[in-house]
């Protein structure tokens, strides 16, 4: 069977940051990619690691910052079951009337180690990804950053119409 994909670089990283334009506001940046599409490149994601802003603590309130990486631009977040979501990650803060519980890491899709040249994320055939912050029941805007650890590929051509396809119509 052929292979739909082939590495062709060793592995690197792209970075990106976004701040929330107002409290509790999704705001999502787009972040290029450096991608040949006129040779069917795309990019082999191996890991997303994340750092945000902590919630603050409101009393009697859940309080979350959140943060995601997509293929594709969303105007709010999205679940797990997006076929665009290439990494998520939820902070809580839980208060009670007077005590605190957190933050915790409630909801991650992404990587918590350090990753292996095996780890595959997922497939990115456009030459952009786009990265969010989201928050509830914070006093401030929240900020932060991602590190994605990726390789280039050279995907087949029905591989790449397909990728392409699926990205660009969900």
Same mark, same amino acid.
């Given at each position: @069977?052929?292979?739909?994909?082939?590495?062709?670089?060793? +592995?690197?990283?792209?970075?990106?940051?976004?701040? !929330?334009?107002?409290?509790?506001?999704?705001?999502? =940046?787009?972040?290029?990619?450096?991608?040949?599409?006129?040779?069917?490149?795309?990019?082999? =994601? *191996?890991? =997303?690691? $994340? @750092?945000?802003?902590?919630? *603050?603590?409101? +009393?009697?309130? #859940?309080?979350?910052?959140?943060?995601?990486?997509?293929?594709?631009?969303?105007?709010?977040?999205?679940?797990?079951?997006?076929?665009?979501?290439?990494?998520?990650?939820?902070? =809580?803060?839980?208060?009670?009337?007077?005590?605190?519980?957190?933050? *915790?890491?409630?909801? $991650?899709? &992404?990587?918590?180690?350090?990753?292996?040249?095996?780890?595959?994320?997922?497939?990115?055939?456009?030459?952009?990804?786009? $990265?969010?912050?989201? #928050?509830?029941? !914070?006093?401030?805007? *929240?900020? &932060?950053? $991602?590190? @994605?650890?990726?390789?280039?590929?050279?995907?087949?051509?029905?591989?790449?119409?397909?990728?392409?396809?699926?990205?660009?119509?969900?």
């Amino acid at each position: @069977m052929a292979a739909a994909y082939k590495i062709t670089s060793d +592995p690197f990283f792209v970075n990106g940051n976004v701040t !929330q334009s107002a409290i509790d506001t999704y705001t999502q =940046v787009e972040i290029s990619l450096p991608l040949d599409s006129l040779q069917q490149e795309g990019i082999l =994601v *191996h890991a =997303v690691y $994340f @750092m945000a802003t902590e919630p *603050h603590a409101v +009393p009697n309130a #859940s309080s979350t910052v959140n943060l995601q990486l997509t293929s594709t631009s969303k105007a709010a977040a999205v679940s797990a079951n997006d076929a665009n979501l290439i990494a998520r990650r939820e902070s =809580v803060i839980t208060g009670g009337a007077a005590e605190f519980s957190g933050p *915790h890491i409630h909801d $991650f899709i &992404g990587s918590d180690g350090p990753y292996q040249i095996t780890d595959n994320l997922m497939l990115v055939a456009t030459d952009n990804v786009f $990265f969010a912050c989201f #928050s509830n029941n !914070q006093i401030a805007p *929240h900020s &932060g950053t $991602f590190r @994605m650890v990726c390789s280039r590929i050279r995907l087949t051509a029905s591989a790449y119409a397909a990728m392409v396809t699926n990205e660009l119509s969900s």
